[in-house]
């Protein structure tokens, strides 16, 4: 028969065991949430470049606006609602190019 000192060390183990993998689930979770936002800059860099050729290739096609000095530009941001604060929005990532 199995004594009861050698349970309590099993249950201890068992218990260690399933600590250790739910704090390894939940860091694969939050992580991944981070990487799915970590890419959002090459995405903007590149969607501004096929902007900035659009321009040159034909103005009437892109939509530019004038920032404070007066001058033209294309910009393009990207935001996301931040689930801690009441859906308020925070922004990510911006890309402004000043076009003369």
Known sequence: MI????QVSIVILVIGVFAVC???????LSSSSYLRNSFTGVFLISKMNSEIEKYFVNPELVHVSYNSQGQKILYSEKMQKDKRFFGKRKLLFSVQYVLG
């Open 3 to 6: 004594s009861k000192k050698a």
């Open 22 to 28: 739910s704090f390894t689930l939940i860091s694969f």
